[in-house]
């Protein structure tokens, strides 16, 4: 039979703009967050990651930024490059609990030159 | 710093037939974990490994999935019979420690018929 994957959402951005990627996480117990980036074959790879105590953290090209009461988190990249296109994943992890990595849905980024 | 090495990368096999996939984490990297992921879908997690204890195999279908981490630094995983819904691509992740950052490999396809 045939199969058919789930479309994830895509956001399409010109090269060299910023690019925003939103996630919207789902325990509020949660108190530590990784953005992950997997490019296709690849498994994912670690971008960038935020503590619960901070609500801004900057790293080469990137920002992540933390809202708890919204339970929100972004992925902020400057000047977006054609390297940069590939599935963002947010993740979020209950230290105090069993520090189970679970996965946010992910997000398309598509560059175009 | 070597990361974390899988093998296969990807296996073809009939439903019904037994699997297995391995995995060396990063070294010194006590916290082991696998991961399950469905074309489309964020990482599933498995099992996870403290050293060679198991801490958490909930979501682990222990009626056809094995894994083990004999002297706490392999792992192997087992699909025993493999059913069609089985395939998808299986990540093998580390951590220094349980509330770190979990770096993966580059997974295994598996393809069920």
């Known amino acids: 039979g045939e199969s058919v994957g789930l479309h994830l959402p895509t956001l399409s951005v010109q090269e060299g703009d910023n690019s925003i990627i939103n996630c919207a996480y789902s325990n509020s117990a949660s108190d530590y967050f990784i953005w992950y980036k997997q490019e296709s074959g690849k498994g994912p790879q670690f971008i960038i990651d935020i503590r619960s105590n901070m609500d801004k953290r900057q790293g080469q090209r990137v920002t992540v930024l933390l809202n708890k009461t919204v339970k929100h988190l972004s992925l902020q990249i400057a000047a977006t490059q054609p390297g940069d296109s590939a599935v963002y994943f947010c993740?979020?992890?209950?230290?105090?609990?069993?520090?189970?990595?679970?996965f946010g849905k992910g997000i398309t980024l598509s560059v175009r030159p | 710093e070597a990361g974390v090495a899988q093998s296969p990368r990807y296996k073809i096999i009939e439903k019904r037939q037994s699997v297995a996939f391995w995995c060396n984490p990063i070294?010194?990297?006590?916290?082991l974990y696998w991961y399950q992921q469905i074309l489309g879908q964020g990482p599933k997690l498995l099992i996870q490994f403290q050293n060679n204890g198991v801490v958490d195999d909930s979501q682990l279908p222990k009626d056809r999935f094995s894994a083990e981490r004999l002297k706490g630094v392999d792992s192997t995983l087992k699909i025993q019979p493999a059913k069609l819904e089985d395939s998808a691509v299986y990540l093998c992740a580390s951590s220094l420690e349980r509330q770190g950052v979990k770096y993966f490999g580059p997974g295994t396809r598996l393809t069920v018929l």
């Open positions: 070294s010194g990297h006590a916290t």
């Open positions: 993740a979020e992890i209950n230290t105090g609990a069993n520090s189970k990595l679970t």
